[in-house]
């Protein structure tokens, strides 16, 4: 990780570490790498118990299906890729509206491809979503509150179709979306909301985590 990270962030954590002004050396990072986004980490319900019964390979399968049906949706709506892991992707976004849009899309994707699949065969798509100002040390790389927010929301709390997002989020959200409360909420996170409705489905109900 060191080796993707700017010089001037390694000596300023150096200094930190030696005992210099932490206050002075932390806004002079903000200063240097803060940048306001909106992130989207995603995960597919059900895949760590999938594994088990169907066998990694069938789930390589399933990981290659979502990546080339759900990535191009991500940069066509202006989000840029940072990384993929496994089963979970994480991207950003200048602004709440496309991230929001994007995440619909997703899902109505999801919902397309799912049509008449057996369970197994199926992308059981969980999205989180936060906004604020966040460390961009590399370019992969965020950290912030609200990145954490999300890759909770979407990695922990987030069942097949669902849309997570903070407080921060529903502020910004514009017209057009409609948001019901959510009961599980990150430390920071303010409050959280499920985007509603997403439509109707007959396909597979939510899976647990």
Not at 115 to 136: C, D, I, N
Not at 181 to 201: D, E, H, K, L
């Amino acid at each position: 990780m060191h080796e993707t990270l700017d010089p001037r962030l390694l000596q300023l954590l150096e200094a930190r570490l030696r005992g210099a002004d932490r206050v002075a050396i932390d806004a002079r990072i903000w200063e240097l790498f803060g940048q306001e986004w909106c992130v989207m980490a995603t995960d597919l319900s059900g895949f760590s118990r999938g594994v088990a019964e169907q066998g990694i390979v069938h789930f390589l399968q399933i990981i290659f299906e979502s990546e080339r049906i759900l990535v191009p949706i991500v940069k066509s709506h202006g989000g840029t890729l940072l990384k993929v892991e496994g089963d979970s992707f994480l991207a950003i976004f200048a602004a709440v509206p496309p991230a929001l849009d994007a995440a619909v899309a997703m899902q109505a994707a999801t919902r397309r491809y799912n049509e008449g699949k057996a369970t197994e065969e199926q992308l059981l798509l969980g999205v989180g979503l936060g906004f604020g100002h966040v460390l961009r040390v590399a370019p992969d790389e965020v950290y912030g509150n609200e990145m954490n927010s999300a890759c909770i929301l979407g990695e922990t709390y987030a069942h097949a179709y669902d849309i997570l997002v903070t407080q921060a989020v529903r502020d910004r959200a514009g017209e057009g979306f409609v948001f019901e409360p959510f009961p599980q909420v990150p430390p920071g996170a303010g409050a959280v909301y499920r985007v509603s409705p997403q439509g109707p489905t007959t396909l597979a109900p939510p899976t647990a985590r």
